[in-house]
């Protein structure tokens, strides 16, 4: 953590101008991160900050769309007929696991109940559960186990909205069926003691669980004690803000929140999420992909200015990820191992160095460079550096980079030479995000940060 007292050890790195706007800069981030810590046992989240999402049910079977019954227009007595169909044989929770921890994953989040009201786990309260399919089997239960021995923290995804339940006020709003169904009778009070009871289901009949993942609130319902349930039987479970209250972190997803993709820093806890798949989070037959420089630039613009990231899978009906997304997986592991120690080690520090589309970490004396969209070129000045580091490193391949502090025709209004990266591999990594780590030895601050 970044201590605000020990700012002044880093004034003679800088030009004597630019120092008062960069301290204010550095204190605001320094003031942030430590309003970010909850001080208790949900402080995990900030640890393990890349996480596995798994949106998986019956819809896997069509394969389509995680709402296929919804934007298929699939009636309902139709639909649940899939359930009869539901025998994933081939479903391993270990092989999951293996793949999330290829990946540099720390935990995983999966989805117990979709927007379709099937559920993976041996609830009590509807018949409509893989208990009574073919399959026969606790989904969530054998995961659960699987996670519990690898000491792997375990999310559970609960959708709020249910097109199965015959007391969810289905009325024709966004991710809801048009109108009730035969045979149904609304009342949303009725449903909400259901969902408490599969609430409570599911944080104490599958041990200790790390985290709780709302979606899809239709109504806006307030109700904290729903919240405060869950923190007294799970209090290491970390809750998103898609439930009944704010929650403990935000949830900006696939980018579409622009606010939050490009804010210098973010104000409260957050866990962005994304998909491999460019239309479905579920399992789709054909589908099609975002690029590895799309997710990895993503993934580093989130994780630079210190938020967490789920990055979605979406298993077949037989239970096995799907070869194209698992190989994306393990391309993505493969980068951020290289780099990890820019994101788990350091703090955002973007307030310190001005370089357009470039994002800063730092621990101590060493900064780390996000370039996450990509440079135009094969070099760049760091303003306002004006001290040559005692080396410079390219994280992606452990390579040396040129570096000289000189004067550039571009600066000779001010006069002023400032430091230079130069020949870097822009073409040869044009498939990557980069990450530039600067050393500085420690005369050069007074103090420890």
Excluded at 239 to 266: C, M, Q, V, W
Excluded at 368 to 387: A, M, Q, R, S
């Amino acid at each position: 953590m970044i201590k605000t007292a020990a700012l002044g050890a880093a004034l003679p790195l800088f030009s004597a101008d630019p120092v008062p706007g960069i301290l204010k800069d550095v204190v605001s981030l320094s003031s942030t991160a430590s309003q970010l810590k909850f001080g208790d046992g949900r402080d995990w989240f900030f640890e393990k900050r890349f996480g596995m999402f798994v949106h998986w049910g019956i819809y896997s079977i069509p394969a389509w769309h995680e709402q296929h019954q919804w934007r298929a227009r699939v009636p309902r007595q139709e639909y649940v007929k899939l359930a009869a169909q539901w025998n994933p044989r081939k479903f391993d929770p270990d092989k999951w696991l293996d793949l999330m921890q290829e990946a540099g994953m720390k935990y995983i989040t999966v989805t117990t109940k979709h927007h379709d009201g099937f559920c993976l786990w041996d609830t009590r309260q509807t018949q409509f559960n893989t208990m009574n399919t073919p399959y026969k089997k606790d989904i969530i239960g054998m995961l659960a186990d699987a996670c519990h021995k690898r000491e792997i923290p375990l999310c559970l995804y609960y959708s709020i909205a249910d097109w199965n339940h015959p007391n969810y006020p289905n009325q024709g709003r966004h991710h809801e069926l048009p109108k009730p169904e035969a045979g149904d009778q609304p009342d949303w009070d009725r449903y909400m003691d259901f969902l408490r009871v599969q609430v409570r289901e599911l944080c104490t009949d599958y041990g200790q669980i790390h985290g709780f993942w709302w979606d899809m609130n239709v109504p806006g319902y307030k109700d904290p004690s729903v919240n405060e349930m869950i923190r007294k039987l799970q209090p290491k479970a970390v809750i998103n803000n898609r439930g009944f209250d704010d929650g403990d972190f935000g949830t900006p997803e696939r980018d579409f929140d622009t606010a939050a993709a490009g804010a210098e820093k973010l104000e409260r806890a957050t866990e962005a999420c994304q998909s491999v798949g460019m239309e479905s989070w579920g399992y789709k037959s054909d589908e099609d992909y975002y690029s590895d420089f799309h997710l990895m630039g993503s993934i580093d613009r989130y994780l630079a200015r210190g938020a967490n990231y789920l990055l979605n899978v979406g298993p077949t009906a037989e239970g096995v990820i799907p070869e194209k997304s698992a190989s994306i997986l393990k391309r993505i592991g493969k980068w951020y191992s290289s780099v990890r120690e820019s994101f788990e080690l350091a703090e955002p520090a973007s307030g310190i160095i001005r370089v357009n589309d470039v994002l800063v970490t730092r621990r101590g004396n060493t900064f780390y460079l996000h370039l996450h969209k990509g440079i135009p070129g094969n070099g760049f000045k760091l303003k306002p550096l004006d001290v040559k580091p005692v080396s410079v490193t390219l994280l992606n391949d452990g390579r040396s980079i040129d570096h000289i502090v000189n004067l550039s025709p571009s600066d000779h209004t001010e006069q002023k030479p400032y430091l230079r990266l130069r020949n870097l591999p822009v073409n040869e990594m044009a498939d990557s995000i980069m990450v530039i780590k600067l050393e500085y030895s420690k005369d050069v601050f007074q103090r420890k940060f």
